[in-house]
């Protein structure tokens, strides 16, 4: 099965590098300048346990001064016409459950996406997509953590990480989903709550990935 094409890290509030990575290797990024501060000495790990992926980024201030952001981890897969997709929604507090939905109408260099866009679909527990060509984003605020990839040849990727109920996410969202043009790949995405880091200190963000048959 082949699922995960490679594994990045995005800094929020600066430049950013990818490194791609087989499962069951580790390695590492370039030191980054950002505002003044460095986060250096970052890695990814990645370990397998009982059919379970365990993929952790580290990032270290390794500068003098404080450094504000969080860790965007991005997972490239390649979709069919067959293969769907599904971020499982709710599971907040139960007298207070929200479901948060970011739309990025235009970001980027150009980049666009529709409000109307038929590739989207949402259901009573879920938001569910597929690729038929045209570009889009969403983020959302899924308590769950959860995004699905479903195809009838390959299986169930699923890959999850923690929720943190009071800390700060990008527009409040902790999860976001790309679907690029001419459906060459679909990203999921994963965010970490946003932190200020001290020279010195560490943001960790820890996600799991499954493959499931059927």
């Avoid at 001064?65 to 997972?75: P, V």
């Avoid at 990727?157 to 459906?183: I, Q, S, W």
Wanted: aromatic fraction near 8%; proline fraction near 6%; charge should be negative.
């Amino acid at each position: 099965m082949s699922f995960p094409s490679f594994e990045g890290v995005k800094l929020l509030n600066g430049t950013f590098d990818y490194s791609t990575s087989g499962l069951g290797s580790t390695s590492a990024f370039t030191s980054l300048s950002i505002n003044s501060a460095k986060v250096g000495a970052t890695t990814l790990s990645v370990t397998v346990s009982d059919g379970v992926w365990t993929v952790a980024h580290e990032l270290r201030n390794t500068g003098t001064l404080l450094w504000s952001g969080g860790a965007w981890a991005l997972t490239c897969t390649l979709p069919t016409t067959d293969t769907r997709y599904r971020v499982p929604l709710g599971g907040g507090p139960a007298g207070w459950d929200v479901a948060t939905i970011a739309i990025p109408l235009r970001w980027g260099d150009g980049h666009t996406s529709r409000l109307d866009d038929p590739q989207f679909t949402l259901t009573a527990d879920a938001m569910e997509f597929r690729a038929l060509g045209d570009e889009a984003k969403r983020m959302v605020r899924a308590p769950q953590g959860v995004l699905e990839m479903r195809d009838p040849e390959r299986g169930v990727f699923r890959k999850r990480t923690e929720f943190v109920t009071d800390a700060t996410y990008p527009l409040d969202t902790n999860l976001a989903v790309y679907l690029g043009p001419g459906r060459f790949m679909v990203e999921l995405e994963t965010m970490s709550p946003m932190r200020t880091i001290a020279p010195g200190g560490t943001l960790s963000h820890v996600e799991t990935w499954t493959v499931q048959s059927g």
